[in-house]
């Protein structure tokens, strides 16, 4: 499976970004999608999922009410829409698959967010 993100950048606080994920091989072995982040100097977080067949989500409790993932089965194409955002959430984000929780299996590039104060 081959993940690619897009919709990093720059934003100010309290603004919003969405990131895409577009899957591509063999994605019947990732039905499970999700997002973790890594900031300078701090350890990988796991931030959002979401399984195919029931609709489940996961969300850590530092994006919970801020960010949202949703999936386009159509595109194989995960979301991450994040809205108020601060600049904690400043981070390389990565776009997962997988077929438990949290999906670690199949990971993309990366792709940067900068939340600037």
């Known amino acids: 499976v081959q993940l690619v993100e897009s919709g990093g950048g720059l934003v100010q606080e309290g603004g919003s970004l969405r990131l895409s994920c577009t899957a591509s091989?063999?994605?019947?072995?990732?039905?499970?999608r999700g997002w973790f982040r890594q900031a300078p100097g701090k350890e990988r977080e796991y931030v959002a999922a979401?399984?195919?067949?029931?609709?489940?989500?996961y969300y850590s409790d530092s994006v919970k009410g801020r960010f949202t993932i949703s999936r386009d089965r159509s595109t194989n194409t995960v979301y991450l829409q994040m809205n108020n955002l601060k600049p904690e959430d400043t981070a390389v984000y990565y776009c997962t698959g997988g077929s438990s929780l949290p999906p670690r299996d199949n990971w993309g590039q990366g792709t940067q967010v900068t939340v600037s104060s």
């Open positions: 091989g063999r994605t019947y072995t990732s039905h499970i």
């Open positions: 979401i399984r195919q067949s029931n609709h489940y989500t």
